[in-house]
Every structure is written in structure tokens, then in C-alpha cells.
């Protein structure tokens, strides 16, 4: 899930998020339209703020490919 959709979701502001998460409004968002990528810090409480709902995977779209039996 986008981070955008999460807080859309919960209906929380961004900058209500960036307080929790330790950044500013303005960080959470350029995460929020594609314009900044996380570190892993950020990411890692990106991913803590909202319950696992938005993965670091979410930010940089890798994709999963399961491996063969």
C-alpha cells in the first residue's frame, strides 16, 4: 500500500504522521508523491508507524517472485 492511500485510509495528516515518525510534513510529503525515498531509518518507521500496512518494498516497488520448488 502507498503511504498516500495509508494516511487517505486513516485519515490522519500528514503532518500529524511526520511528528510520529520524526520527520517534517514536507519529507512525509515528497515519500507521500514519489519525489524522496526513505532510508532505511524512515523506512523502518514508516513501516512500525503503520502497523506493516506500507513496506519499504511499497516505496521502491521491487518485485516478489517466489522461488522455484
Given at each position: 500500500m502507498?503511504l ?5 485510509a ?5 503532518s ?5 515518525i520524526?520527520?517534517?510534513p514536507s ?10 525515498m526513505?532510508n532505511?531509518e ?5 513501516w512500525?508507524e503503520?502497523g506493516?500496512a506500507v513496506?519499504p518494498?511499497d516505496?521502491?516497488?521491487?518485485v516478489?517472485v517466489?522461488?522455484a520448488?
Amino acid at each position: 500500500m502507498k503511504l498516500s492511500e495509508w494516511l487517505k485510509a486513516t485519515k490522519t495528516k500528514k503532518s500529524v504522521f511526520a511528528d510520529q515518525i520524526g520527520v517534517s510534513p514536507s519529507t512525509v510529503t515528497r515519500l507521500c508523491d514519489g519525489s524522496l525515498m526513505p532510508n532505511v531509518e524512515t523506512a523502518h518507521r514508516v513501516w512500525a508507524e503503520t502497523g506493516g500496512a506500507v513496506t519499504p518494498n511499497d516505496f521502491y516497488g521491487f518485485v516478489t517472485v517466489k522461488a522455484a520448488s
